[in-house]
């Protein structure tokens, strides 16, 4: 973090799966303080993953009040607050207005039948063409066909639905109407037209709404005054702009800097994702990728793998050892695991294949194989994957020249040779800082008029380090690269359960 003399600053208000960051930034995008407020994501049977609406919106309105007062000891003016959100998330709400049911959150794969079914059906790929979305678990189309059918016992009676920001936000804003979306969030319902920027009526009819029944649409850097009463609890003054902000993706791009036409945005926490900016929307033809609205008419094109940097945490567990101990060990194995090679979908697969239910493999397993070889074919199934992704991505007509990257899958040199000798290309690592908050953060100086253009707000985002692809690595990773989907299929066959 940086700065010491009294600047103005922008609040970035992210809010994630498990917490809430807030990031104090400069017009010259200079974080200068973050802080964070944690919270439960319950997963109590099977599939579930939701949160409490109520509990995501104290722990952001606390998480403000935190970074404003250290903004206020050390000088500095806030001069509004803008938001980024974990996208694909849904809320039902009453005729008030108040939340009826919890948060479904992108990680909630009850709905794995359904999507089976509509992806099955011969308008699955005009609707993802359509909407930008595809027809999966995450998608809040596909939420709601669940819902809607036979689910009523947690709906609750709700006559209205929303994201989860939509709900925070409207608090923020304190009125009564005060309940907007915007089109970066809305473009990961698998509900909004990409060509029309406006609910899309056979995705509607699919999903069990009706348009009225959902929020009206604004762009992201549209602005709402902060409330009298979050004002007092957070000690800003009232009627502070507060900008609506966008999904956690598009802004990672504009929080790394990856907004010129061929610069790539990588991002690996948990999950991970690849994705390009675009002055127009659309996927590929065979429907592997998302496109997802950012602002001012730029979209990304890219893909999210569900499983990043969780795979060595969960190799950490079943060793019974720290993760970067296995992490440091696997990076003495030489790339290529010694033949073994791992398909890493310990929690189902999105792009390119988008089957919740497709399970993991081993192959090539031999006696001389131990921790550390299996850590290192892991991470490197998943710089696979990503790879995947990097080459949809490019079959749909995007440049892919560059990646900036970011995460913290990178505190371990394995995971960026691994994913940079995948990609074939180097990979420009950016601070920690950087990503959705600071992205969030840049969009509101865009949104102020503090930035001319998203390119103004990109340029002031920088790398800290670079990593060169092995040669001899990358030639290894492409010659098996192309074997994997067949290794999938073979898996999906084999294996009971599988989508």
């Known amino acids: 973090m940086s700065g010491t003399e009294s600047e103005q600053v922008v609040l970035g208000v992210d809010l994630g799966t498990t917490s809430t960051k807030v990031v104090a930034g400069t017009r010259h995008g200079h974080v200068l303080h973050q802080t964070e407020r944690g919270y439960p994501l319950r997963t109590d049977e099977p599939g579930e993953a939701v949160q409490d609406p109520g509990t995501v919106r104290d722990a952001a309105i606390e998480a403000v009040a935190d970074c404003v007062t250290w903004t206020a000891a050390h000088g500095h003016e806030v001069v509004g607050l803008s938001f980024s959100t974990a996208m694909h998330t849904l809320v039902g709400l009453d005729d008030s207005g108040a939340a009826v049911t919890p948060a479904f959150t992108w990680a909630d794969t009850r709905a794995a039948d359904v999507a089976r079914r509509l992806r099955e059906d011969a308008s699955s790929p ?138 790539a945005a990588l991002s690996l926490g948990t999950s991970g994702a690849l994705r390009v900016v675009r002055n127009e929307p659309g996927v590929d033809e065979r429907c592997r990728t998302f496109s997802y609205a950012l602002a001012d008419g730029r979209w990304v094109i890219g893909g999210a793998v569900s499983n990043g940097a969780v795979v060595g945490q969960w190799a950490a567990d079943a060793f019974g050892v720290e993760v970067p101990d296995l992490l440091e060990e ?101 601070d920690a800082e950087a990503g959705s908050g600071l992205g969030a953060v840049l969009l509101g100086w865009r949104a102020l008029g503090g930035l001319d253009s998203l390119d103004e707000a990109s340029a002031l985002v920088t790398p800290h380090d670079t990593v060169a692809p092995d040669r001899e690595a990358a030639r290894l990773l492409a010659e098996r690269r192309p074997s994997i989907a067949e290794l999938a299929r073979l898996v999906r066959e084999l294996v009971p359960g599988t989508d």
């Open 126 to 263: 005009d609707l993802h063409r359509a909407t930008g979305t595809p027809v999966h678990t995450q998608s809040v189309m596909v939420k709601l066909a669940w819902l809607n059918s036979g689910r009523s016992d947690l709906t609750n009676g709700a006559v209205q639905w929303c994201g989860l920001k939509d709900v925070v936000l409207a608090a923020f804003n304190g009125e009564r109407d005060a309940l907007v979306a915007e089109h970066s969030l809305a473009s990961g319902t698998g509900l909004q037209s990409m060509a029309e920027l406006d609910w899309h009526e056979p995705a509607l009819e699919v999903a069990g709404v009706t348009a009225d029944q959902l929020p009206p649409l604004r762009a992201p850097v549209d602005s709402v005054p902060l409330s009298a009463k979050v004002a007092d609890a957070v000690g800003l003054p009232q009627g502070i702009p507060v900008v609506l902000g966008g999904g956690d993706g598009p802004l990672a791009n504009l929080g790394v800097g990856a907004i010129e036409p061929g610069v």
């Open 330 to 430: 696997a990076a003495e194995v030489p790339h290529g695991a010694e033949g073994l090679v791992a398909l890493p979908y310990l929690l189902g697969e999105r792009a390119p294949w988008w089957e919740p239910g497709l399970t993991g493999a081993l192959v090539g397993l031999r006696r001389y194989h131990g921790r550390a070889e299996i850590t290192r074919a892991i991470v490197e199934g998943v710089a696979q994957q990503l790879a995947l992704v990097q080459d949809a991505v490019r079959e749909s007509g995007a440049e892919v020249r560059s990646v900036r990257a970011t995460g913290g899958g990178f505190r371990s040199r394995v995971w960026a040779t691994a994913i940079a000798a995948a990609l074939d290309g180097e990979l420009h690592l950016a």
